[in-house]
Nanobody, 123 residues
Framework: QVQLVESGGGLVQAGGSLRLSCAAS????????MAWFRQAPGKERELVAA???????RYTDSVKGRFTISRDNAKNTVQLEMSSLNPEDTAVYYC?????????????????WGQGTQVTVSS
């Protein structure tokens, strides 16, 4: 069983930066696609960024150029560097893993999920 634990969320002013981290245990995730989703109040959970097992990345349009997803296979972690944050980025951010290794915005493709970490951006 894989467990994902997110950290790094918090309160930041608009224009600021945060770095989210997701630590995996139970299995090596180098062959998994890893992703960050977010869910704002009253909205559906959406893909923010994803990284395939082969290194392909995809981002939702609203974060392109501001967010960067990366992974450290030696540490079994995945990070999300977020900069130029704005209040529309406020949400609970979730780490997810897809054992088939490809990136997708389909929630059902991801086998494992973290519990989420809150990111709040004040104006």
């Amino acid at each position: 069983q894989v467990q994902l634990v997110e950290s790094g969320g918090g309160l930041v002013q608009a224009g600021g930066s945060l770095r989210l981290s997701c630590a995996a245990s139970g299995r090596t995730l180098s062959n998994y696609a890893m992703a960050w989703f977010r869910q704002a109040p009253g909205k559906e959970r959406e893909l923010v960024a994803a990284l395939s097992s082969g290194g392909y990345t995809r981002y939702t349009d609203s974060v392109k150029g501001r967010f960067t997803i990366s992974r450290d296979n030696a540490k079994n972690t995945v990070q999300l560097e977020m900069s130029s944050l704005n209040p529309e980025d406020t949400a609970v951010y979730y780490c997810a893993a897809n054992s088939r290794g490809y990136t997708t915005n389909s929630l059902s493709a991801y086998n494992y999920w973290g519990q989420g970490t809150q990111v709040t951006v004040s104006s």
